[in-house]
DNA sequence: GATCGCATGTAAGCTGTTACATGATTTA
DNA sequence: TAAATCATGTAACAGCTTACATGCGATC
């Protein structure tokens, strides 16, 4: 459920289209929550439905018409409800630290690959991150507005970083295996 | 589909029943995928139509009787293909940060509780990965697997520190923004 | 001429959750 | 006497993924 209310804070943000929805929420870099876009026409669908949120066409010239959100004062209180209740337990989906768990069945060689493999990953996502950082930290906002934005970031680096030194860890652990 | 390769590489180091599957992969501590109970019995019957694992009925004195699964050799061999096979990416679902993410909307009392609680939680986590971690350096094992043990361990002990960091960076940044 | 970006969506299927049902034994 | 543990499961629904369809304009 936490997706509705993840597009419906943005939609309180700014008014957006699905396609600018899906491309901030599809994007695992920067967002705590990802989904297709597939998914987020079909909550924007549910919400509308709903009367949380109205869209307005807006036509274009050389380019396809689209649909632009709002939030209405249903969707915020929804929203404000949600925000003020304690987060839902996240959900672990994490298939290379399943693999790892059964690393006991591949060789040597393998096991440093697939390592390697996710290392280089973690690397470029921090590397994506900081350069994200950026904006945030020149943005000329109010403290508080700052604050949502560069928080889950900083947390996302320190994963990243975490990830990293797993990695490097990993990798001597498994070379002195003999 | 991860969830079925969890079980089958569970199964493949020992024959369990349903209930005890679900046991393992429930509770969030330990283990890199979750599932309910329900999901579990769900996945055993369809890897069972499969051919994948047979199951085993065996009668208690005193308890309900249970159904032991074994792995079977077609089972080995999907399983071994799809450990071969590079990760899945993981799904993020970090509702706590998502909530971050829009803390400008929220009073600091109400920002600097939140993150105590998820800090409180992260606390009691790290104890428990620690207190299991005694267990498995202690074992008597061959080096790989103990390896398989430990170094996914390694990596919740390291990601709940990580949160604990960014709990109190996070308390410390909000305190000062007057 | 092919692919990418813009922009919307449907259909089918798979995965996962919540609530319920049963029933004996053990512990508080 | 209430609740927890053992042990299995069904039904209904909600959430999410994959594949497909459309069509224009711009870039390679």
Redesign the interface.
């Known amino acids: 459920m936490?997706l509705e209310?993840?597009l419906l804070?943005l939609l309180?943000r700014n008014p957006r289209t699905g396609y600018d929805l899906s491309k901030i929420v599809s994007r695992?870099t920067n967002?705590?929550?990802?989904a297709t876009q597939t998914q987020v026409y079909q909550s924007l669908k549910k919400m509308a439905d709903r009367g949380w949120i109205t869209s307005e066409t807006i036509l274009q010239t050389g380019k396809p018409s689209k649909l632009l959100y709002h939030i209405n004062p249903e969707g915020q209180i929804a929203f404000?409800e949600w925000?003020?209740d304690?987060?839902?337990?996240?959900?672990?989906?994490?298939?290379?630290?399943?693999?790892?768990?059964?690393?006991?069945?591949?060789d040597k060689e393998?096991i440093l690959n697939?390592i390697k493999?996710?290392q280089a990953m973690h690397e470029q996502r921090l590397q994506e991150f900081q350069e994200y950082r950026g904006n945030i930290v020149a943005a000329d906002k109010?403290?508080?507005?700052n604050?949502?934005?560069s928080?889950?970031l900083?947390?996302g680096i320190?994963?990243e970083?975490?990830w990293i030194?797993?990695c490097e860890?990993?990798l001597a652990?498994?070379n002195e295996?003999?």
């Open positions: 936490s209310f993840t804070g309180n695992t967002f705590y929550w990802t404000m925000l003020r304690p987060p839902d337990s996240p959900t672990m989906k994490e298939p290379f630290m399943v693999q790892m768990y059964f690393l006991d069945l591949l393998e697939k493999f996710i109010s403290l508080k507005e604050m949502a934005r928080l889950p900083k947390a320190l994963f970083e975490t030194t797993w860890q990993a652990d498994i295996m003999i």
